[in-house]
Each structure stands twice: as C-alpha cells, then as structure tokens.
C-alpha cells in the first residue's frame, strides 16, 4: 500500500512559481508511475501529466505543456510538480496519484493522496 502526501500549495500571484512536492511511503515508490491530477470548484477531476519509474519521460496535458514540469527523486520518494507562469484558471486542489498505468488513456491512478490547495490570484 502506497501513502501519498502532497505539500507546497498556497497562494500565488498570477505570473509566478510553485513547486508542489508529494512525499510516498509505503513502499516501492520506484515501482510506481507517478500522476498529478487537479480538481477545481465545480469542475470534475483534471488529468495534468505523469512521469515514468526512472524520471526519465513525462506526458502531460496538452493544454499544461511547457508550462507546467513533472520530476521525480527516487532516491527521496518524492515527486515533483513545478508549475510556472500560473494563472488563475490553474486554481484548484492538486493531487498526486501513483499507479502501474502509464499511457494517456489511463494514467497512473491506483493511489491517491489528499490534495494540497493551490489559488492563483489575478
């Protein structure tokens, strides 16, 4: 059983930075594909990209790409959402999920954390 606990979500001006990190235990982290997925008012689940076992390929959302960067350090079990030049829209509960799926028509989703709040003011 993986545990998933994410961190870093806040509050951040349109244009900036933020670095999420979600921290795993449990376990095999390295065994896992690792997805983030963000959920906004109102609107149903988002799939934002995921990242390979070794770190070494990532797939994203094409409406994210270039924008937002998916890491990993296995060595620490962590993996990483870097997002860059936010924006309001990007408001939501982000989410970190770890799985044996890696494709974009099932991302990694066999576990999940409980979401860190990012907002994005204007």
């Known amino acids: 059983q993986v545990q998933l606990v994410e961190s870093g979500g806040g509050l951040v001006q349109a244009g900036g930075s933020l670095r999420l990190s979600c921290a795993a235990s449990?376990?095999?982290?390295?065994?896992?594909?690792m997805g983030w997925f963000r959920q906004a008012p109102r609107k149903e689940r988002q799939f934002v990209g995921a990242?390979?076992?070794?770190?070494?390929?990532?797939y994203y959302d094409g409406s994210l790409r270039g924008r937002f960067t998916i890491s990993r350090d296995n060595g620490k079990n962590v993996v990483y959402l870097r997002m860059n030049n936010v924006k309001p829209e990007d408001t939501a509960v982000y989410y970190c999920?770890?799985?044996?799926?890696?494709?974009?028509?099932?991302?990694?989703?066999?576990?999940w954390g409980q979401g860190t709040q990012v907002n994005v003011s204007s």
């Open positions: 999920a770890a799985g044996r799926r890696y494709n974009t028509a099932a991302p990694p989703a066999d576990y």
């Open positions: 990242i390979s076992r070794d770190g070494g390929d990532a």
């Open positions: 449990g376990g095999g982290f390295d065994t896992n594909y």
